[in-house]
């Protein structure tokens, strides 16, 4: 209650509303470390149970592609953190899309942690969520309510600035390079695009992703009809996209050692987008091929995960190429789809990253014709 109501009065909210779900970031081991652990031990010892549907965000290991090449240390580090949380009632999900499996109702309310989650479910699914931390998502699950201010109010998720696409969007690179042009531009506010209605779900999900990590925007709308008078304006064009993905392309090498898809997880279209791509191929012996996904999708996805695993790529689940230790794994050198993936490799993989669209990245690592 302490840290809802305190986010609460320093954002000038008045009240607590109630929420239909959280979910939790801070899961990975990697990324959090000891503190977290005792932090979630003493919270769940001390009686603490989450009282609503509550989600978890990846952890750093996979437990049948990863287990057995990670130091126990690491792996026992994950453990805790995941009994921990296990224990206060959170859904083993350990997903950045928990969406498809748990979709929560339209206009509902929401204390979500992920940032790519929170862009999804406010402009996608017409929810509402702010983009909390992991410790306000936790403690939002375990009281049940979160404050009443930023995007769950109507004057929150009005646009503060408009946006013309002047150039044709050719793939989910495209739109990447879009939402992180866009979040570097309107940082906390609310973008209106204009142009994009007819995109696909998998290519707005992109944008978003790279749109949260470039800005701290909770938020995009998409209308084509005039909008409100005195907003900033702005055009994008072809050079803008380029030169984002140039600058995040900072690979040297013609060749990677990891080929990442799914980040976020991907989608069932997005595991089916692969399986084609790769039927009766074989990848490269010098190239590891990881798409990762939830266990829910992976579920729906037998056929096309019997396909990928044939031609010898993994389909990974409970983390991915950001939250785990790729660098430990001997990956110097990544190839990705995702420009958010190519925002954080640098940075928490100590990774070069060579950014392409998802039928070139499979096609590094089988040498497709």
């Known amino acids: 209650m302490r840290i809802i109501v305190k986010l609460g009065e320093l954002f000038g909210a008045t009240k607590l509303i109630p929420i239909h779900s959280a979910h939790i970031a801070g899961v990975s081991y990697k990324t959090v470390g000891d503190a977290a652990i005792d932090f979630l031990k003493a919270l769940a010892e001390g009686g603490g149970r989450v ?25 026992e580090g994950q453990r805790e953190v995941l009994n921990a949380l296990h224990k206060m009632g959170v859904i083993p999900s350990l997903t950045c899309t928990p969406y498809y499996e748990h979709k929560p109702p339209e206009g509902s309310h929401l204390a979500w942690s992920e940032s790519s989650a929170v862009v ?34 109507p004057e929150g998720r009005r646009p503060t600035a408009v946006f013309e696409v002047e150039t044709q969007l050719k793939n989910e690179v495209d ?14 506010g609310v973008p209106l695009l204009k142009g994009l209605r007819w995109s696909s779900i998998d290519e707005l999900k992109q944008m978003g992703a790279s749109m949260a990590s470039s800005g701290m925007t909770s938020l995009f709308q998409l209308k084509d009809e005039l909008p409100p008078e005195g907003l900033e304006r702005a055009t994008v064009s072809r050079k803008s996209l380029d030169d984002i993905v140039e600058r995040l392309s900072t690979s040297s090498k013609e060749e990677p050692d990891l080929v990442f898809i799914g980040c976020p997880h991907c989608s069932l279209e997005e595991v089916k987008a692969v399986a084609r791509l790769l039927k009766g191929e074989r990848l490269r012996d010098d190239v590891e091929l990881w798409v990762c996904t939830s266990r829910y999708v992976k579920r729906m996805a037998e056929e ?56 070139e990245c499979v096609k590094a690592s089988a040498r497709l014709d």
């Open 304 to 359: 096309c995960v019997r396909i990928i695993e044939a031609a010898g790529g993994r389909v990974i689940c409970d983390t991915c190429a950001i939250v785990t230790w790729t660098k430990e794994l001997g990956f110097d050198e990544i190839m990705t789809n995702s420009v958010k993936a190519a925002h954080y490799a640098p940075t928490m993989n100590d990774a070069s990253v060579r950014l392409a669209p998802l039928k």
């Open 175 to 188: 739109f990447g390079a879009l939402g992180y042009y866009v979040g570097k531009v309107v940082e906390e």
């Open 120 to 153: 999804y479910a406010n402009s996608i699914l017409n929810a509402h969520t702010n983009r909390e931390g992991a410790p306000s998502a936790l403690a939002s699950a375990v009281i049940g309510k979160t404050s009443d201010y930023g995007v769950h109010t």
């Open 51 to 75: 009282a609503i549907p509550s989600t978890s965000n990846p952890s750093s290991v996979d437990e049948i592609h990863l287990a057995d090449v990670l130091p126990p240390r690491l792996k």
